[in-house]
Nanobody, 116 residues
């Protein structure tokens, strides 16, 4: 069964940090680029970062320099280190395969709230 399980969200003050984790199962994790996405209330889900199978990374401009995506294939895991968080980063965060050919169903996500 294909599954994505995100964790690590929470409430953090502006300027703070969080590290999100996503563990995948049921598919050949190492063979796919993985991405992090987020959805703020009342807005569409948006892409924020991708790590390719060769560990090259790309970021949405608004998070570049503040967020770092990484992966550990042996753990079927992808991570998102988020620093210098801003209130506009408040959203539910999701991981998924970054491919136009195939993508599993979305997991439950993990909520990040940035507020003082």
């Amino acid at each position: 069964q294909v599954q994505l399980v995100e964790s690590g969200g929470g409430l953090v003050q502006p300027g703070g940090s969080l590290r999100l984790s996503c563990v995948a199962s049921g598919f050949d994790f190492a063979a796919y680029a993985m991405g992090w996405y987020r959805q703020a209330p009342g807005k569409q889900r948006e892409w924020i970062a991708t790590i390719h199978t060769d560990e090259q990374t790309i970021y949405k401009d608004s998070v570049k320099g503040r967020f770092t995506i990484s992966r550990v294939n042996a753990q079927n895991a992808v991570y998102l280190q988020m620093n210098s968080l801003k209130p506009e980063d408040t959203a539910a965060y999701y991981c998924n395969v970054d491919s136009v050919k195939w993508r599993p169903s979305w997991g439950q996500g993990t909520q990040v709230t940035v507020s003082s």
